[in-house]
């Protein structure tokens, strides 16, 4: 049975004057904005981030969400929990330049809108990298599901993980639809060539594609199996 917060959901929506998507867009960047604002103003928080700078040879796990790993700074825009930094990581981080040794982003990149937002966040991720560090960025292989799509039937799909056809993703083109929208969270999607392109216009010298669990910087290969059987696995290292 509905909650009662469902079932007021479900009232409201159908007289909003705007679309699902563009209120899920409002939504994100209210949350956003506030977030801005309260790191702002908190001193707690305030003081949390000015400790941070003072740190080095620093691991980072960017948009990390409920998968808080040990020995790495975690942030992400909702924190889920106290060992989680709240920050929207579209805009900045909240790193000193040079403080860290490799940067990790696991099924974020492919959120950021691809002319502004992804320049912005990779200049920063090579602002706050050492010379030497690396950037593991880890996303889902538009070249394996265009792959899949040109061989014909499923089989292709079964190997990226998808047993089977969900009802909301009836066909393959569905599938492919996913990997580029994802009912319109996705804002791109990237192969290794196109990757490689952002990542070098941002600064970066050396560009690698990897494989899971397999990192220039061994510290950075927390890769989730989950992920496993359809991303792409690139790093990128800062050079002096």
């Given at each position: 049975m509905p909650t009662v917060k469902q079932r007021f959901g479900q009232w409201l929506f159908p007289r909003l004057p705007i679309t699902r998507w563009l209120f899920d867009i409002?939504?994100?960047?209210?949350?956003?904005?506030?977030?801005?604002?309260?790191?702002?103003?908190?001193?707690?928080?305030?003081?949390?981030?000015?400790?941070?700078?003072?740190?080095?040879?620093?691991?980072?796990?960017?948009?990390?969400?409920?998968?808080?790993?040990?020995?790495?700074?975690?942030?992400?825009?909702?924190?889920?929990?106290?060992?989680?930094?709240?920050w929207d990581c579209r805009r900045s981080l909240p790193l000193a330049d040079g403080s860290a040794a490799g940067i990790r982003a696991e099924q974020f990149v492919e959120h950021l809108e691809t002319r502004?937002?992804?320049?912005?966040?990779?200049?920063?991720?090579?602002?706050?990298?050492?010379?030497?560090?690396?950037?593991?960025?880890i996303v889902p292989d538009a070249e394996r599901y265009l792959h899949a799509y040109c061989c014909g039937g499923f089989a292709g799909f079964h190997d990226l993980g998808w047993t089977r056809l969900p009802d909301d993703l009836p066909t393959r083109?569905?599938?492919?639809?996913?990997?580029?929208h994802q009912w319109q969270e996705h804002r791109w999607a990237y192969d290794f060539e196109t990757l490689k392109h952002r990542l070098t216009a941002a600064g970066f010298a050396t560009v690698e594609k990897r494989r899971f669990r397999d990192s220039t910087l061994p510290a950075l290969a927390e890769d989730r199996d989950v992920h496993a059987p359809y991303s792409l696995y690139v790093d990128a290292t800062k050079t002096a």
């Open positions: 409002l939504r994100d960047e209210a949350n956003a904005g506030m977030t801005t604002a309260i790191n702002a103003v908190s001193p707690s928080r305030r003081r949390r981030v000015r400790a941070l700078h003072a740190q080095r040879a620093l691991l980072v796990n960017v948009a990390c969400g409920p998968h808080v790993l040990d020995g790495y700074v975690n942030v992400d825009l909702h924190a889920a929990s106290s060992r989680v930094i709240a502004e937002e992804l320049p912005q966040f990779l200049r920063d991720c090579h602002r706050a990298l050492q010379d030497g560090g690396v950037l593991r960025v083109m569905d599938l492919v639809n996913h990997v580029f």
